[in-house]
Structures are given as C-alpha cells and as structure tokens.
T-cell receptor
C-alpha cells in the first residue's frame, strides 16, 4: 500500500479481555515501531523491530504487552488482560532504516471499558 | 522525566505572520531532531528534520533552527496559512535509533484568519 495501514481504527473492549492490533508497514521498510499516545501527551515509544526481530522492547510497559513481526513485514501488538489504563491511541510507524524519516499510520484508538 | 519538552501547549498566530514553535531537550546524546505535524484522527506526518551537525535546515515555508549549546530547537513557519493549524510534535533520536523517537507533548498551533 501507499502508506502505513493500521487495523482496526477503533477498538472497544472489556477490561480483562485480550486484543490484537495490526500494522501493515510501507513495503520495503525494514524498521517498524509501535508507539502509544495518551490524551494530552506525545507518542511514547513501545517497541522497535529491525526485520523480524525485536531490536528494542524496552518501552513495553509490562509483560501483558507483546509484539511480533514474524515475516519482517506485518506486525501485531498483543495486549493481554486489558486494563482501563491501556486506553490510548496505538501508533505504528515504519522507515527504511534508523535515523531516517518514519511514516506513521493513522493509529488504533483502544478503549477499555 | 521529559527528555523533550514543548512548554507551550498552544499558540495562536495571525494568518500571514510567522509561527515559531519551540522545543528544549535534556539528553545530550540526541543527534537527530524531527518535527511532526498531526491533524485530529490522523497519525503524525513528518515535516522537517535536522542533524546535530547543522544549525539550520530550510524547506519551503518551514525552517528548523538548532542551538546545541542551549539544547534548544525551533520551527519557523512563514507565512502561516490556515492549513498549518494542527498539533506539532518535536522529536529526537540518538545514536542507532533503536529507542525510537522521543517526543515532546506537542504544541497546538492555531492560525487565525
């Protein structure tokens, strides 16, 4: 596709449920990032993939959060036992490499009720 | 602890005048800086960047200035246009970029007709 695609655009889930958020990066981009943006804040780094491997997952808040990118393209962010505090916009970005312009998707707005 | 600070949550500027958005950072390891623009319900869009080896980068109506000794950068938009109304995020990256972008909280720029 022409840009980074994220699905779903909106997700409402009940506390305690499991959710998966999908990111389809720009074709050929080897670097993929997940960010979380809470109201009134800037995007906060979660995890970075270079190819298939998670090069840095230091931003994941706890072990309920996990992300995969099995074939070096599409990535899925998985959140177990969701909590109300997980409500935020989850942004995905991809780039040709580090220190190059990162292109963002439109985000997935997650609401945990 | 905010490593990238945008101290003005909002800024109102008359159409045709210059808009100046400011950003301060604390991490001396940052060596690449970017400005992103964000409209509601969309992901951030890359605007302009600057490497720490430069003190100015210009692209059309947008100019970014970097003052390394003061750990300060600014984005100048001239002349300001109604379509420039958006939230502007300052972001920084260090070394290999594996930690992703560190964002400020954003400044909401409002261009008044």
């Amino acid at each position: 596709g022409a840009g980074v695609s994220q699905t779903p655009s909106n997700k409402v889930t009940e506390k305690g449920k499991y959710v998966e958020l999908r990111c389809d990066p720009i074709s050929g981009h080897t670097a993929l990032y997940w960010y979380r943006q809470s109201l009134g804040q800037g995007p906060e780094f979660l995890i970075y993939f270079q190819g298939t491997g998670a090069a840095d997952d230091s931003g994941l808040p706890n072990d309920r959060f996990f992300a995969v990118r099995p074939e070096g393209s599409v990535s899925t962010l998985k959140i177990q036992r969701t909590e109300r505090g997980d409500s935020a916009v989850y942004l995905c970005a991809s780039s040709r490499g580090v220190n190059t312009e990162a292109f963002f998707g439109q985000g997935t707005r997650l609401t945990v009720v | 602890d905010q490593q990238v600070k945008q101290n003005s949550p909002s800024l109102s500027v008359q159409e045709g005048r210059i808009s100046i958005l400011n950003c301060d950072y604390t991490n001396s390891m940052f060596d690449y800086f970017l400005w992103y623009k964000k409209y509601p319900a969309e992901g951030p869009t890359f605007l302009i960047s600057i490497s720490s080896i430069k003190d100015k980068n210009e692209d059309g109506r947008f100019t970014v200035f970097l003052n390394k000794s003061a750990k300060h950068l600014s984005l100048h938009i001239v002349p300001s246009q109604p379509g420039d109304s958006a939230v502007y995020f300052c972001a920084a990256i260090s070394g290999g970029g594996a930690d992703g972008l560190t964002f400020g909280k954003g400044t909401h720029l409002i261009i008044q007709p």
